[in-house]
């Protein structure tokens, strides 16, 4: 048959096809004809080029809900959008309040329209937008904030814009209290864009105080945070291991009004970064918080960029310090480590993702007509050793490898130069099954 009259332009042959949206899963092909999924069905014929996925699970392409691209602008903090997106098996970035109202434009110019990945903003509530990971305290109070020219840059920008990042930790409470949550909320309304809110501590109090102080502070905190959240916001980081999490550092459980927000349709987004714990995942989990969306949340301090040598002392000194090596990847292989099943963990990647940034009709599934974004991976056996920051190691019996990405068709090899290499556990530690 002639070239020109195949009915597709590609066809990915044999892969185990998980797309939740459609309740579909099992072996399929899936053909891709000018950019759009064409056809999601066994024993597909016709095609230019055929890629075989056999062994392989083929996903719709995944959502990376917090990610911190945009580089060079935000200081050390902003990473290669490429490298965290179709270098690392991700196929779409949210970044977490990089851009603000006054730097959106060289947003959309130098991060947007420049990656081969697609990028999407939750713009910073704070009119400086996220330079070097919000070091500097003083840079985020509600003084700081320009409700109407946020509001502006949103309708300005609605292709690109999908809603708001803001924080609610004890060191911001102990100096403006809960005023920056709640202008960050007025932006919210008047946009009708959700609120992504960071927890968990990042500057220091305003006055010394002690651990337990710390702690009860940072109780109620979320107390007084949780019930104004609007369902479809969303709340991150509720496994911190920093104080102000999900989980009281008095009472060692899940906060009630936290559970009440849930079920009024607040969301939770995992925002791994360095702030992932184990012990209080799995202390979580176990009291049935069960994470919507997962954010990789990598950027300049907790990741290893090439040609940077040793950590520095600056580099050290950021709030969001890390040293343990992950991904998106990984972070999806720590959630199954951790008991959710398989087509949860996607979920929080494809569909779950989509939802948040309103973006349901137009990614998170391989629906026939959607652009054919898809991602790739490898699920390998073995006995794999996994990290967080607080000096927790695990094994896990299986790790999630990405291998390659196609965006709108195109296809993108795996070989960010993020990716963390797997690491094998020593051979006389025995897998826990996941
Ligand atoms: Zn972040």
Redesign the pocket.
Known sequence: MAATTQKFDLILRGGHVVDPAQNRDGLFDVGIRDSKIASVAKGLKGAKKIIDVTGAHVLPGMIDT?A?VYRHITGKFGLEADWCGVGSGVTTLID??GPSSITIDGFRKYVVEASASRVVSFISTYLVGGME?HMYDSLHGPDQINVKATVRAINDNRDIVKGIKTHAEVGGASRWGVEVLKLAKKISRESGLPIYV?LGQMWPTKKRISNEQRQRESDELVRAIAPLLDPGDIL?HPFTRHPGGFISGITGEVHPVVRKAIDRGVLVDV?H?SHFDFNIARSAIAQGIVPYTL?A?M?GYNVTQPGEGKASALKSANP?FGVAPFSLCIAMTELLMLGMDFTDVVKTVTCNAAIIAGMQNEIGTLKRGRDADVSVIDIKPGSWKLSDNSGNHVISDKIIVPRFTLRMGERFEADSPLLPAPVKAPAKTKAKAA
């Open positions: 917090h911190h977490q309040g990971g960071h991150a925002g970064g954010g949340d950027h969001f």
